[in-house]
Structures are given as C-alpha cells and as structure tokens.
C-alpha cells in the first residue's frame, strides 16, 4: 500500500469505530436568515438551536457595519496583530468591551475558543491548580490540558466541592467556570465562588459566551471571557481583566500572538452589536420573555437563560425527536455525549429576538405532540 492508501484505510477504519459507537459527526448545509428562520439542506425551518439569541447576526446595522468594513479596510487583517493585524477597530473594540465589563483593559482573539486556550496557559503552568467545574466547555479542557498545571474538576455548581478540590492544592490556584452553562442554561453561583477565590487567594475565571447580552449577573471574576459569536451575532473571542495582565496576554497568550488578526469586518459588526445590546435592552427581554413562554407551555420549570434542555436520554431517541421536528418544519438538532454526558442526550432548545410568540406556540405544540407520541410507543 501507498502512504496515500494507507492513510485513507486509517481514516475509514477510524470512521467505522465512531460509526459503531455511535459518534461519528456530520456536516448538514445551513443558510440562515432573518426572523430565526433558516433553509436546511434546502428546506425552510424555523431554527430553535442557534446561539444568535438577540438575532444580531441578520440586522441590518450589524450587516452594514460589516459591509462597509470590508470595503474600506479590505477583507483581511494580513497578520497577527504583532505584525500588520491591528486594524485601529480591534482598540476600538476593546474599549467597548472593557466599557461594558466595567475592567481595566480587554483582549480581543480570534474565537473564543482560541481565548481560552491562550489565556488559561498564560495564568498558570506546571505546580499550579485549575480546579474547574466539571461542566465547563471543551475549551476551558483544553487549555486546562496545555497548561500543565494540575486540573481537579468540582460538580456542577457545587461550591463545597469547589472548596473541597482547592485543598492542598498546589502553586497558584485558578477557579473556572461559565456563567450561563451552554447545554444546561442554568446560571453559576458567581457570588460565592467569588467569594472562596478571594478567601483562598485563587483567581477566578468565568467564561460568558451565553451570558454577554442575555443576563445581568454581578460577576466577582477577576478574568472574564467570552465570545462575540453568540448574542453578539458576529465572530471571534475577548478576555476582560486588569491592564498588566492584558499586556501579559499580548506577549504570552499563543493563541494571540501566532495566529491572525480578525478581518475589520468583523470587528466593525461585533461594535455595531455592542451599540445595539447597549441600546435596545428590550431585544434582551423579549427573547427571554419567548424562553419563559415556551417553558410554561411545556410545563417545565422557568428558564435562567434563553437555552433550555429537553434531556431525553437515550441518543437514538433523541435523534428520533429531533427528526420529527425537522419533519414539521422546526430545527432541533440533537446533542449527544461526548458533548454532554452519557445518557442525557437531549434537545437543546435556544430562543432567539427574532422568533415571533406565535413561533413559540406552534413549535410548543408540536413538540408535546411528538414527545407524546414517543411515550405512548414506549409504554
Ligand atoms: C461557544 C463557546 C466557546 C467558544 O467560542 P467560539 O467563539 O465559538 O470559539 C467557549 N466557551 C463556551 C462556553 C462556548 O459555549
């Protein structure tokens, strides 16, 4: 065999054991549009799992923004930001974020993905402590892992456990966790895990990527990141702190020095969005307002966020649910382990400005209906 041929028997034999285990992943093609609305694989669908909850992502101010950028800064950065990528519009953006954190200073990255894996590194290394929430997101893992530090995980949200992993923890400890937890929606208790980062002398770290936007919860941490990918409705990541520490980033983060700057694009709409959220908090209120509507209907408990699992169970069963949604005209996708864990497989439901009360009721009532359906085979 070639080394070509070798490699694609390693690929499909890779494939096969995902195949099996259930995990292999695939790409299905989405155009969005405006109102929540979308064409999946061609078939227009109201999506009820996007992270553009104040549906910033089709305004026609963000869109201008964008457009105008690129005409007049071009549609690159052509470099890191060391080198030729700091278009004026990323200092620019900064000052809003570190305006709208009430910090010192902020960092803007390419994602917020790469935030995390350059940040976390930056803070600690080997003989240090990252005790995290065991929910945290991938990419907190990730930059936990590439560290070196030791990683201890606390249950969800449980503070006494919190405190229980930070004893006899080495070096300097760093306390992570999200403020609104992305496949839950519920809130952290930001207070007192402020409160044992300042009794033990760790720091606190909170990644808001499905907060900035949608709550208003008095955050202690003393390094807050995030995303502009979700409320904010564009791309890239931001990490708001102290000022010495965003120069530390500039020089330490890798994630920030090896990699390019955001188009001016880009940047343009993330502070066109900002203006926007700053603006109109009644975008806030009403895609909340759809997330509590739906919960009522549904029976279930009032949501702390605009995300709201509907936790099946079994994956297959999952699948099945989010089928006979697709099959009605509503865009559900199924979220599986590893993304959460093993046998809560579920739907993740988010609510978005865009969607009209009217929405929120059709897709209530065809859920119930389908959910029934599903019992009653069951049973
Ligand atoms: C989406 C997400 C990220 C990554 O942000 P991107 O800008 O999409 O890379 C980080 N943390 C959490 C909790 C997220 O949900």
Redesign the pocket.
């Known amino acids: 065999m070639t080394s070509f041929e070798r490699l694609k028997a390693y690929a499909e034999q890779k494939l096969a054991q995902l195949e099996a285990s259930g995990q292999r992943r695939s790409l299905t093609e989405t155009a969005r549009e405006a109102g929540g609305r979308a064409a999946r694989a061609g078939r227009p669908v109201i999506s009820f799992c996007d992270?553009d909850y104040l549906s910033l992502s089709h305004d026609p101010r963000v869109m201008q923004a964008a457009a105008e950028a690129a005409l007049a800064y071009g549609a690159g950065s052509g470099g890191s930001r060391l080198i030729t990528g700091n278009h004026p519009l990323n200092s620019a953006l900064e000052a809003r974020l570190a305006d709208l954190k009430g910090t010192e200073g902020a960092r803007v990255f390419g994602?917020?993905?790469?935030?995390?894996l350059g940040t976390i590194p930056a803070l600690v290394g080997k003989g240090d402590t990252i005790v995290m929430d065991e929910l945290?997101?991938a990419?907190?893992h990730g930059g936990a892992r590439l560290s070196g530090a030791e990683v201890r995980l606390f249950r969800h949200n449980d503070v006494a456990d919190a405190a229980r992993q930070m004893r006899g923890a080495g070096g300097q400890v760093l306390l992570l966790t999200?403020t609104v937890?992305?496949m839950d929606g519920d809130l952290a208790p930001l207070s007192e895990l402020g409160a044992l980062a300042e009794a033990t002398g760790a720091w606190l770290m909170t990644?808001d990527?499905?907060g900035l936007g949608i709550t208003k919860q008095d955050n202690p941490a003393q390094i807050q990141m995030g995303?502009?990918?979700?409320a904010v409705g564009g791309?890239?990541?931001y990490v708001c702190g102290p000022a010495p520490l965003m120069d530390l980033l500039t020089s330490r983060a890798r994630s920030f020095v090896y990699t390019t700057g955001l188009p001016p694009s880009v940047l343009a709409a993330a502070i066109a969005a900002l203006d926007i959220i700053q603006a109109e908090p009644e975008r806030r209120a009403k895609a909340s307002r759809h997330a509590a509507l739906f919960c009522e209907l549904m029976g279930l408990p009032a949501p702390e966020s605009v995300i709201v699992p509907i936790i099946i169970g079994p994956e297959a069963e999952a699948m099945r649910v989010s089928a006979a949604l697709l099959e009605r005209g509503y865009l559900v996708t199924a979220i599986r382990p590893p993304t959460v864990p093993a046998g809560t497989a579920r739907l993740r439901v988010t609510f978005a400005t865009g969607h009209e009360e009217a929405d929120i009721r059709a897709f209530a009532g065809a859920l119930k209906d389908i959910m029934e359906q599903a019992c009653a085979a069951i049973s």
């Open positions: 992270n994602s917020g993905f790469l935030a995390n945290a997101h990419c907190m999200e937890f992305s990644d990527a499905h995303t502009l990918s979700k791309y890239g990541g």
